[in-house]
């Protein structure tokens, strides 16, 4: 039954509810109308709340808000998650009271599944103009060498010999090697693209801007075999925002509006010991569901943000999206469909490889350059009369898959 139909519209019809509670079960739809970030790096001399409120204000005076139009807010939680740092962070943005506030809680996964909460809150009237906010300070508060010995710590004792993140990967990159041929170039190349895009950003926009060839690539120091330090994602400061709200208010605005047309997710395992089978992610699923919520095919696609800790995750995910038969990840990297002039241009911002990776933080820059594509703002990497974008997002050791398809809407002022 259409609840709003044959319940709450014959209410708000009779004056059963007052006014205040009218704009609020009005059907709403979200849309996606601007972002901010802050700087990216090592050493920005700003703490977790800091960089969150730097994000903020970038977003806001993006699309020409104030804290008080917001009322309600997606955060993520610091690395070293504090008993509670919602509320905390609330009071530190300046944005209370609210209708709506959560924290994100599936790694790298959060920011596309935030979407999807976003979209569904504005939908069913709990907020109508959410902010999604996701920064630290992992390299200058932290440190390399710490968070990859806290990292470990969350390793089984199962998995003890494989105790670092970087291992666990490499499990899944050896077997693609060793069960369909794929050498460690075609692996490579996925970073040397990373670090192509990212060199063509702003010099605030990227923590590396140099290009590297696929043998430099190789040369770097080894990780865990076969992934070099480059084929890892970064450790750095830094963080983004954007926000969800109506097409009304997107139209008032005057902001050219994305909308969610797809959205899937599939969680599977946490430890990797416990993963179905190397054969199969839940990016399978999550992908078709998505794109068949969308009504979209591959052919569709201009613009890809897939979530990218480390080149392998690229390679399966691009796979188990259906952007080539399984085994033949390697292939579709060399033929070019993902460079910035190919059928599929690949994290046209450089990504975590070469762009930022401020730990939880980090999937919501695929989100942000997939805005900046669609609303034609990609300055150097703009790919040509982008529409739509696929972003992904990996949780965990393959985890946690989640997949939206985001196309740009009609502007008030077209």
Known sequence: MDVFQHVLAPMISSNLLGDRYRMQLRPMKPVLIGYGETSVGESLNCRYEELNMWATREALRDVDLEPDDIDGLIATAPFRTERFPLPRLIEY???????????????GAS???????????IENGQAETILVVAADALHSDIGPRTVIEELSDSVSEFEDPANIVPSLYAHVANWHLDTFGTTRK?????????????????????????????????????VATPLTADQCALISDGGAAFIVTTEENAAELDQVPVRLTGFGARHTHDHISQMPSFNETGAIEAGQRAMAEATVDHADIDVLQIYDCFTITVLRILEDLGFCERGN???????????????????THGGALAQAHPGMPCGIFHITEALRQLQGRAEATQ??????????????????????ILERGECHAD
């Open 329 to 347: 990840g390697g292939d579709l990297v060399d033929s070019g469909a993902l460079r910035l002039t190919g059928k599929w241009p690949l994290n």
């Open 186 to 222: 075609q692996l490579a190349e996925i970073a040397a693209i990373a670090h192509e895009h990212a060199s063509l950003q702003r010099a605030e926009r990227a923590h590396r801007q140099e290009a590297k060839s696929a043998d430099e690539i190789l040369d770097a120091p080894m």
């Open 383 to 404: 790919v040509d009369n982008a529409s739509t974008a696929l972003v992904h997002g990996n949780g965990g050791i393959f985890s946690t898959q989640a997949v939206a």
């Open 93 to 107: 943005l300046g944005i209370a009271p609210l209708n709506f506030a959560e924290l994100t809680g599936v790694g």
């Open 111 to 121: 920011h596309v599944t935030s979407i999807h909460r976003a979209a569904g809150a």
